[in-house]
């Protein structure tokens, strides 16, 4: 590491002003950060606000107008999709990741499988969301059809690496005596983890999930050559082309305007979405990090 | 104990799974069908028309757009129930056909239009030959005498032309290119196609109304619309020079002009583009939907040929409400008479 | 857990809970193996037919068959330098305002309200930059607009581990500094500048390899022509965005082009992300060490 290097010979009055410039340029970084923030939502609550609260329930509980020229609600299908979609992303990755992470940490250590794993598990966070997409496509779509469980199969694999690894961490965290205190018990291994170390560890593996959720929820390219583009109600998760409001956002951006304030409408409703699992996840972390 | 309450837990979640799981729908059928964003309007009124009719009881129509590319590949795979199109299958195309012979059905007329924006300038006339030099950007100028040529007495600004066309393989891109093939053969060289090579300076839009929100966010942009988009997001067209010399806007009346008269194949393919008569739109252009001959399924194969059938007669009368032309009468009788010769199992 | 419920804990089910748990971790090597094989075979009837071209080349005809993707990757480049050149500078000034200048009660608002823009999912990014920020901005699709919105996309991870990185600068380097009468900004230039140098970089890295990713926020932006030009105005294209734009009408050997470009990607991402984490961790340990 090279010595740190303080130069102090500069004038008085100069330094000090140099050191005002640059605190204002990083006020100014602030500054520029949350100006597309405030531009974004305000956005959203401007442009989406009117179709969502004008008639209210109806935006949610209608369908998509076959006829996109006509003005008005609703976007309930994709509400529908969205949620099938990322629930059942999230029933196939949750178990297998937190299972996963089980491994690595109480079994696997440092062994060479584990070095393996959660080096492809770094390898696989890196994996583009379009590359996903594709590969179901290649390995579902084409034989079985557009369906939300399509979907759901690249959701899966986006969320697994993420869900891998913050529970991972989360284990890491629990404290070393927990466990040998069951063990002393006379408890075998997975009766330890079961009812011991999962538990201690549950609010962080929570809260994680609930992160990895809600990026899921918000993925468009994945889904792009699974879900397929209905209009009516699908509340089947592995028959028919479905639809979500990300793929909603998408293809209305380009359209006629009714659509386009139909997709401002979408635009909001997962916004507030995500927005919402995400303060959930820093409830749990707050609560779990008071309770220690 | 947590093994218990594991157990329950997954009980619960499979109950939950399983009425989202398998649920055939009982009687009716579900139509898939994608295609042309030409005439993509013109289906979905059509959907929402039928699905309040007697004919489509028990019947959903899906329409998913795309592109006239999208629909032939599709329905060449076998991945959709019908499929519309701008432009035929070339001949290597149609051997990939799976699922046997297929009919052509026309079902609309309509306009291309020259859609711009031009801050101060609210009417444009434009030849065919000028078209194709700013599509080529050999035009980058709205000042340029060739635009002023075509339009005298009117001020052009010296604003850059911003060119928008099509990004996805498109019929109207097609037909477009096939007009200025016809009309201006020494002016256009980029040939015609599903897609051409455009010039890099172009901005490309996707669907016909990606092009249209390009031009309409653009000072200075010239893009081809269908009418019925243009008109929707509140574009300016230009009037097109036809063959009899004559500029012609394009509206209801010009496209059914351009219709009268148009000679047909027995597979019912024909075009109307640069077509004869004074009062014809030059770039008028069709749009076919495709079934199979043969259908595979019953339901499925009834609830086809009713939503055809519904395309071909009630539905033609919602089409001026969207700025598109019903097909001629004869031509509308020989499209019934192939419709009828669809067999159901 | 009750003394009673240990009797009877048959060691065949603990063997059981071990060969889940592997089987689960297992998941991520069988899912890895699948995606390289099926994409680099369904990649190859293209690579085959154009060799080397593929990447040397920028026609792309899809009549012809030529599939040329040079101009797709010098787009996914142009697009993510432009990102990086936006976005580093104002998430190193928000992370060392964060964690150096800013009052304790201003920190963690402020960090929470940052990460909301992670939270916003980018197709909401691409149709805001699309209806609002391009019109405001008198900006249509093009290298410059994409860059923009792909910058917003990634600031906040930059700054997220950024903060992380100054965090561990050690105390004792900045006390010193400031007890031989430093001002703010010359602490952080002698005492964390130095040490954080290289955590930065793996930081940058990483939002480099997101920058590249992306795909549906850029698709609505960019322009969707290929073009090789210095010119940040002019329309654009990249590999992820004509995959989304293409695939979905492409016939085989044109899915095979497609294919080749994914797989080109997802090989570059995994590159820039490897080195990163490799940089990032080797600071971790480092600090670690201290």
């Not at chain 3, 073009?227 to 695939?247: C, D, K, Q, R, W």
């Not at chain 3, 570059?268 to 480092?286: D, E, G, H, K, P």
Request: contains cysteine; charged residues 15%; glycine residues 10%.
């Amino acid at each position: 590491m090279t010595a740190p290097v303080l130069d102090l010979r500069a004038r008085p009055s100069w330094r000090s002003v140099k050191d005002r410039l640059m605190t204002g340029l990083m006020i100014a970084a602030v500054a520029i950060v949350l100006v597309p923030l405030a531009a974004v939502l305000s956005s959203l609550i401007a442009r989406g606000g009117g179709i969502v609260l004008a008639a209210f329930p109806d935006f949610f509980t209608e369908e998509i107008p076959r006829f996109s020229r006509r003005a008005g609600p609703g976007m309930g299908p994709a509400v529908v999709g969205t949620l099938l979609v990322t629930a059942a992303a999230t029933a196939m990755a949750v178990p297998l990741g937190v299972l996963g992470a089980v491994y690595l940490h109480e079994y696997g250590g440092r062994g060479r499988l584990a070095r393996l794993v959660r080096f492809m598990a770094t390898v696989m966070t890196g994996v583009p969301s379009i590359v996903m997409g594709l590969f179901v496509y290649l390995l579902w779509t084409i034989r079985f059809g557009f369906s939300a469980f399509g979907g759901a199969l690249a959701l899966a694999c986006l969320m697994l690496p993420v869900v891998i690894g913050a529970s991972e961490q989360m284990l890491r965290l629990v404290p070393g005596h927990l466990r040998e205190a069951s063990y002393a018990l006379g408890a075998t291994k997975s009766r330890t983890i079961l009812t011991v170390v999962l538990p201690a560890a549950l609010p962080g593996i929570v809260s994680g999930c609930l992160l990895a959720v809600a990026r899921a929820a918000g993925e468009t390219a994945p889904l792009l050559f699974a879900v397929g583009a209905a209009k009516a109600f699908n509340w089947s998760v592995l028959h028919d082309a479905n639809t979500a409001l990300s793929m909603q956002i998408f293809g209305n951006a380009m359209d006629v305007p009714a659509a386009q304030d139909r997709a401002w409408g979408a635009a909001l409703t997962l916004v507030l979405l995500t927005f919402l699992l995400t303060l959930t996840a820093r409830l749990v972390t707050g609560r779990f990090a008071r309770r220690r | 104990m947590k093994r218990l309450a594991t157990i329950r837990l997954g009980l619960a979640m499979a109950a939950l799974l399983a009425p989202a799981g398998c649920k055939k729908k009982e009687g009716g059928a579900t139509l898939n069908g994608s295609g042309a964003t030409f005439q993509k309007a013109a289906q979905e009124i059509a959907i929402d028309a039928f699905a309040r009719a007697d004919a489509g009881k028990g019947i959903t129509v899906n329409y998913a757009g795309g592109g006239s590319g999208k629909g032939r590949k599709e329905f060449a795979d076998g991945v959709v129930d019908f499929a519309c199109t701008d432009a035929p299958y070339k001949a290597e195309e149609a051997a990939t056909v799976k699922g046997g012979e297929f009919f052509y059905i026309p079902n609309v007329l309509g306009a291309i239009t020259v859609s711009y924006r031009l801050d101060g300038v609210d009417k444009l006339q434009l030849s065919a030959a000028t078209i194709a030099k700013i599509f080529q950007r050999a035009i980058k100028k709205w000042d340029d005498p060739a635009i002023a040529a075509d339009n005298p007495g009117v001020t052009l600004p010296g604003v850059d032309i911003v060119v928008a066309r099509r990004s996805d393989g498109s019929g109207t891109t097609e037909n477009f290119t096939r007009f200025l093939k016809l009309a201006a053969p020494d002016a256009w060289t980029l040939g015609s196609g599903s897609t051409v090579a455009w010039p890099g300076d172009t901005q490309a839009g996707n669907g016909n109304n990606g092009v249209a929100q390009v031009v309409k966010s653009t000072n200075g942009a010239i893009g081809y619309v269908d009418l019925s988009d243009a008109a929707e997001n509140k574009l300016r067209y230009a009037a097109v020079k036809n063959q009899s010399g004559k500029f012609v806007a394009p509206d209801a009346a010009s496209v059914t002009a351009a219709g009268d008269g148009i000679a047909v194949d027995d597979k019912l393919l024909f075009s109307a583009l640069d077509a004869k008569g004074d009062a014809a739109y030059p770039i008028t252009a069709q749009s076919w939907c495709m079934l199979y001959a043969k259908q595979a399924d019953p339901a499925k194969g009834k609830a086809v040929k009713a939503y055809f059938k519904y395309l071909l007669t009630d539905g033609q009368a919602l089409l001026p409400q969207i700025n598109f032309a019903p097909i001629p009468k004869a031509l509308q009788e020989k499209a019934l008479a192939q419709l009828e010769k669809v067999q159901v199992p | 857990m009750q003394l009673s419920e240990l009797r009877g804990s048959p060691q065949h089910a603990d063997r059981a809970f071990r060969w889940l748990a592997t089987g689960a971790a297992g998941v991520v090597l069988v899912v890895l193996a699948l995606i390289a094989i099926t994409m680099t075979d369904r990649a190859r009837p293209v690579l085959e037919r154009m060799g080397l071209g593929f990447f040397t080349e920028t026609t792309w005809s899809v009549p012809t068959g030529t599939f040329g993707a040079l101009g797709f990757i010098y787009g996914t480049l142009y697009t993510a330098v432009i990102a990086i050149a936006l976005a580093v500078p104002v998430s190193f000034g928000v992370a060392l305002f964060v964690t150096q200048a800013a009052p304790r009660w201003l920190r963690r608002p402020l960090v929470y309200t940052i990460d909301l823009l992670a939270v916003v999912p980018s197709v909401v990014f691409g149709l805001w930059g699309l209806l609002v920020m391009g019109p405001a901005l008198g900006l249509h699709g093009s290298y410059a607009t994409a860059g923009i919105i792909l910058a917003i996309m990634i600031t906040p991870i930059i700054t997220s581990l950024s903060r992380e990185v100054i965090e561990t600068t050690p105390t004792t380097d900045k006390e010193a500094a400031l007890a031989l009468g430093a001002t703010r900004w010359e602490m952080i230039s002698a005492a964390v500048w130095p040490h954080s140098r290289a955590g930065l970089v793996g930081a940058v890295m990483l939002g480099l390899g997101r920058a590249m990713g992306e795909t549906i926020a850029a698709t609505l932006v960019i322009g969707n022509t290929v073009h090789v030009t210095a010119n940040p105005l002019a329309p654009g294209y990249s590999m992820p965005t004509v995959i989304a734009n293409e695939f979905g009408e492409a016939e085989p050997l044109h899915k095979s082009a497609l294919i080749a470009l994914a797989v080109t990607l997802f090989l570059i991402t995994i590159a820039v992300n490897l080195v990163a984490s490799w940089i990032v961790q080797r600071q971790a340990r480092r600090s670690a060490g201290r």
